[in-house]
């Protein structure tokens, strides 16, 4: 009797490569924050934030007054400091991202970072006054999307080979709680090892 060969489930190429390409969007996503904080501290930006922001504020509805009058507030005293602090921000977490390092906290933090870019010196997009120079929504939301993607996929395919935080899990696997989303005990794994 001939042997019947049964026929293997095709996985797409997209699922057999999750992990390089997860790694090469969270390397690109980091060398993006880290452009954007190299920027705060040497494109001038520094010097027109509190314009920007009182310009933002001005042309803001009234129900968003408040909020806008309360960043003006709280950044006239040094615009400087808080400008070069948020580019620190995005510098550590650029680095983070490429290198791969407490990923859980780089993303979830990134999103709130991104959020806030967002929510404050780009006056959420503008979207309350649209006019003909209205071209787009801001870009601090885009990138809180793409780290909320890069949580979901790690949430669901697990843990980077491709990251220092895979390293350090390798020799301390309870890193995996600081570092991963989705850790090996709720994947069926055993320790430090995929199934």
């Known amino acids: 009797m001939p042997e019947v060969e049964t026929a293997q489930p095709t996985t797409s190429w997209w699922s057999r490569n999750v992990s390089p390409l997860n790694s090469i969007l969270r390397v690109l996503l980091g060398v993006v924050w880290c452009v954007d904080g190299f920027l705060k501290f040497y494109s ?4 027109s934030f509190e314009s920007g922001l009182v310009a933002t504020q001005q042309s803001a509805p009234s129900w968003l007054q408040g909020w806008f009058t309360f960043w003006v507030n709280v950044t006239t005293a040094n615009p400087v400091a808080v400008v070069y602090t948020v580019g620190v921000f995005e510098l550590l ?3 983070a ?7 859980k906290f780089a ?6 970072l991104a ?43 697990g843990p980077s080979r491709f990251s220092v935080d895979h390293l350090i899990e390798r020799r301390f696997p309870t890193w995996a709680r600081i570092a991963e989303f989705s850790t090996p005990l709720f ?9």
Do not use: C
């Open 44 to 47: 001038g930006f520094a010097g």
């Open 93 to 95: 977490l650029g680095v």
């Open 97 to 103: 991202l490429i290198l791969g390092f407490m990923r």
């Open 107 to 112: 993303y979830s933090l990134g999103v709130v």
């Open 115 to 157: 959020l806030m870019i967002w929510a404050i010196p780009e006056g959420f997009g503008g979207l309350y006054t649209i006019t003909p120079q209205t071209t787009d929504i801001g870009t601090g939301i885009l990138y809180a999307f793409a780290l909320s993607g890069l949580i979901l996929i790690n949430a669901a395919h």
């Open 187 to 195: 994947r069926g794994r055993t320790r430090g090892k995929a199934t």
